[in-house]
Structures are given as structure tokens and as C-alpha cells.
């Protein structure tokens, strides 16, 4: 039957003739068919396609596929878009039609061209012709596409001025020799011995086996140093039989334990990685894990450079790297340096919030111990102890509930609810002024005062404090849930920090930041929050808190850090009970000197005067270094 006469008749009964994917529908046009293979191809599935070759015989669709995936083995599966570009051209028994194939390379990259996809009519039926040019133009039979992929540079994060956090920082790869490792056990046992003198744990006990099962010529790797780490042990790790160093750099902060989990690490793709992102992620690459570098990896990592060839000769397509962007945060390196060491020899899990009183700029995200894996300073849902006196204080006093003149008895107990509340080592003030209940940290007296701020009157005064607020920082952050309602017990209870209200170490250091400007400013870290600031704070409730944070230092809690350098220290010392056990607390402080609040947490720490409050000065005369 001539092709052209059936285009004429399809014209004509078209109108009675459903189309559908098989080789002879649409009045017997070569397009269904075309359609057709371009379906089976996203799928991989040919069981609609007939198939001849170049000489007309009639080839199986297994075949083709299989053929197929040979051609493309180092590409994705399937195109991610394939697009008939109009009508087939007939010429008697054969057409061609035009077909946009757009592949979605390694890392993103869009690769686009058009092929011809050839057909020829055999008993009314058209069949594609396969032949890898059908793939693309310049194929011809037993050539291959391969691709090879350039990882672009990595750009770097930055601290407030500008200057990069993270950038390339020398560092030596420890590998050992299996051919010259004479005795596995004595090398692991010299290599930890060396490691441990600089305070860096390596477990090796898998070291024997792993030198037994290693190729022939394939060194083992045991550990990456910095260099100045290596450089302390270096004879040491030299005496080793069998060792070898490699020197490199890779993308680090300044010190192991700088803002670490805030920041996060760069390190090769994992095989999690992989899976999660199938096409973005290559073996080889270098993946931002945890943090910031997780968070803004693909900002950070740019565009892979990608290079298309049939074999090992013509080259089809190729773009060039592009570098990735950098990230500009608000960290002071100044300011964070001083955190962690401020925390440096704590071993619970701990952290130190800095922020900039005046913008909501966090300046420094501190954990432990060392550098921590988990940003506690954000993330942590702790209860706060009588550091949230803070709160509670500045919701009396905004209600005109107590004045810090006003008498507030502080007994040794004080029934509420059915529960009986104490003070620390059960101390009692007798009939002072409510600054001093404050002070000194009673919390029989803010028990009592509890049904002063009525049901909601404690989650009000936090939200005016940016408490439950929405964080706007790039990263999972925690701003707070404050205890509401409750019957009598809770309600004392949390009048002090031991209710149902829970806090991040970062949440603490903004609402303290808070009551030294007058204003809640949103914290930021990256880009600046569009969460609108607070409401200005009443001068009658805010100046009377700020005396009385201040007093804290000069006759209270907190009177080591009365000599501390500087402008004056105003804060408020907290010990949270976090079960049944009143041995069982967590130690905290917020306050701030000059342009910086901050909250100290340790968890398990107990009686915050001899925690956290010697990390406060710890990091306050780290400041004047």
C-alpha cells in the first residue's frame, strides 16, 4: 500500500478511527509508531514497537533493549524528556522523523540535541528502524556514549566580615602497606598510642583485618590529620613499619572543634548519598553532611563540569564547572573561638549560644564536648531551670503584679497543688524584697507568686521575649514551648523552670537579648529573617529585670563573674531538675556584658554555680584575649 495514499484516506476517515500506540493505528501514519518508541524508551519496555534493521529484518525488542542500555550504560536510565518535532517525512516505505532528546546529566546538567528516529512500512504496519544513530547521529554500531564528569570547586562559608570559615587547610592521610606491615596488631597498638597523645580517638581494632583482605599495591587507610595534629606526632607515626602519608587539603574550619556541628563537614559521597540523589551525587564527590554545608550543599558545591563522548574520541557535548556560591553567615571567628574553648573539658553534652544584642546575629554557636555531632545549641528541648525567672519576672512586673521592692517571703517550702516546692540544699530568705528572692534564686517565692500571672500570663511574657517564635536560620531550630494553663502545681512549677516549659540554649541567649535591648530581635545567621521583630518592652518591667539580672552577679548566684573585665555582667544562673531525682539537673546561664548575650547549657551539669557559670567568665575573659 503507498504511504501517501493512506495519509490521504486517514484525512478522510480519521474522524472514525481512535488512534492508540500501536504500529498500525492513526490511519496508518508513521507518528503512532514514533510515539510509541519514544514511550517504550522512558520506560524501557518495547512490548508496542516493531523493529527492523538497517537492511530491513526484523530485529526482537529484547534486543533493542538491551542494545539500548549498552549505548547509554554510563547514562541515566532514560532520557528525562523526548519530544516528536512535528510530522514524520514519507518518501514511499520510509519516513524520518525528528526527535529532541534532552538528557538530565550528572549534578543537574541539561543535555539537548536532536536525532532522526528512521521507520519503514512492511503490510501496512511501520516499523522503526534500530541502529545507535537512532541515539544519537554520530553513533554507529558497537560505539558506546561515555560521560566523564569535573566536580566543580567548592566555594567556602563566611564569617560576618566576609573572611572564609571553611577553606582548603592542609591535612595528611595515614595509610599503612599490607606488603610491608610485618606485625598488624603491634602497628594498630603504636597508632593509637600516637593518636591518643593528641587527644584523638581512632578505633583500629578492625585494622588486622582490614590489611589481610587488601588488594595487592592498595594501601589501608587509617586516619586523616590535620596537619598541625600530624606534625606533633609525626615521629611517632613515622617509626610505625608499613605507614605511609599522604599530604592534601581539604575543606576545614580553623579548629576541629569550631562551630563543628553547627557547620557541619565536607567529606565524600556516601553510598546514602547516592541513593537519596541518584544524578546529583557521583562517587568521588565531596558532600556537605550535617549544617550548614548540608544545608546550602548545593549552593556550595556549584555545577559539575560534564563531557559527553562516543568512546574514547569524538566528544558530543561538554560544560565547564561552574564554582558553587558562597554563604555568608553572621559568625564572629573571634566570638566562636572563645565559645568553644569556653567549653573545651566539659564531657556532657553542652552549649554556648552568643548573640549580637543590638541586630539578633548570632555570633557564635558553640557545642560539646568536642565541637559535639549534634547542634544542641539550636536544637536541644530542655527545660530551662531559674534561668526562666527571666521570664517570670518580666511578666509580674509587666502586670504590675509585684515591684522588685515589694516583700516576697522565701520559705524552705512551699505547698502548691498538692506538691510540696523546695529551694536548692533547702534554704530560706525569710521576708526580703522580691530583687533578692530573684538573686539569690528562690524558688518558693516564685511559686507563690505563680497565680499572679494566671493561666497564660507565663506564655505571654515569653512571647514578648521572641519565645515559640518562628526562626528563620537556614537549619532545624528550636525557639521554644512554654507552659500554659495547668493546674496550680504546674503553673508553680513552671514559674521557675520546672513545669512543662521547654527551651533551646539559642532561644534562651534571644529572649535574654531581648530584655538587654528592650526588644526582641528575630536571630539570624545567613539571610535575614522576614519574622518581625517584637513589641518595645514597657521601661517600667524591662528596667527593673535589667537591675536585677545585674544584682545576680554583684551580691547572688552569679558573684564570680563580678570581676570579669569589661563592661558590667548582668544574667541569671538556672538549675533544671529534668526527672524525679534532685541530683538529676542540667546547668545553665544566660546573661550578657556590652553587645552580647548568651546562654551556657550543660546537660547533667548540675548546680549551675560551679558549671556553667565558670564557663560564662571562661568565655567572657576569652573575649579579652
Known sequence: MNAHKGRMVAVVIGALVAGSLTACSGGNDPEPSVDAFLAGWRKGQFDKVGFVDPAGKSVPAADVTAQLKKVTAELPSAPSKLERAGDASVKDENATSTVKVTWTLPGGVTWSY?????LRE????????????????????????????????????????????????????????????????????????????????????????????????????????????YDKIATRISAVTGVVVQKGTRDLAPTRQFARALLGSVSDATKEDLTAKPGVYAVGDHVGHGGLQAAFDQKLRGTPGVTVAIG??????????????????????RVQTAADAALDGITQQSALVAIRISDGSVVAAANGPDGGSFNAAFEAKVPPGSTFKMVSALGLLDQGAVKADDTVACPKHLAAGGRDFTNFDDFELGNVPFRVD??????????????????????????????????????PAFSGKVSTGGDAAERAAAAFGQGRTVVSPLSMA????????????????????????????????????????????????????????????????GTAEFDNNPDHAHAWWVGWQGDIAFAVFVESGGHSSSVSVPVAEKFLRGLRT
Open 122 to 229: 512492511n503490510d501496512d504496519t511501520w516499523n522503526v528502524v534500530w541502529e545507535p544513530a537512532l541515539v544519537h547521529k554520530q553513533l554507529t554500531t558497537g560505539e558506546t556514549l561515555s560521560v566523564r564528569r569535573e566536580e566543580a570547586p567548592r566555594s567556602g562559608i563566611l564569617d560576618n566580615a566576609g573572611s572564609p570559615i571553611v577553606r582548603p587547610r592542609p591535612i595528611v592521610t595515614v595509610l599503612l602497606d599490607p606488603a610491608k606491615v610485618t606485625d598488624a596488631a603491634a602497628a594498630a597498638k603504636q597508632l593509637t598510642a600516637a593518636f591518643a597523645s593528641i587527644d584523638t580517638d581512632v578505633d583500629l581494632s578492625d585494622l588486622p583485618a582490614r590489611l589481610a583482605k587488601a588488594k595487592p599495591g592498595i594501601a589501608v587507610d587509617v586516619v586523616v590529620l590535620r596537619q598541625e595534629a
Open 312 to 333: 574514547e574520541k569524538a566528544t558530543v557535548f561538554t560544560s565547564q564547572p561552574k564554582p558553587g556560591q558562597t554563604i555568608r553567615t553572621t559568625l564572629d571567628q
Open 438 to 475: 530573684f538573686a539569690q534564686s528562690c524558688n518558693t517565692a516564685f511559686a507563690a507568686l505563680a497565680p499572679k500571672l494566671g493561666p497564660d500570663g507565663l506564655a505571654d511574657a515569653g512571647r514578648m521575649l521572641g519565645l515559640e517564635a518562628d526562626y528563620e536560620l537556614g537549619l
Open 114 to 118: 536532536d536525532t532522526s528516529v528512521r
Open 510 to 573: 534571644s529572649a535574654t537579648a531581648a530584655v538587654a535591648s528592650g526588644r526582641w530581635t528575630p536571630p539570624s545567621l545567613v539571610d535575614k529573617p522576614a519574622t518581625a521583630p517584637g513589641p518595645q518592652l514597657k521601661p517600667a518591667a524591662v528596667e527593673p529585670l535589667r537591675a536585677m539580672m545585674r544584682q545576680v552577679v554583684t551580691d547572688g548566684t552569679a558573684t564570680s563573674l563580678r570581676d570579669v573585665p569589661g563592661a558590667p555582667v548582668y544574667g541569671k544562673t
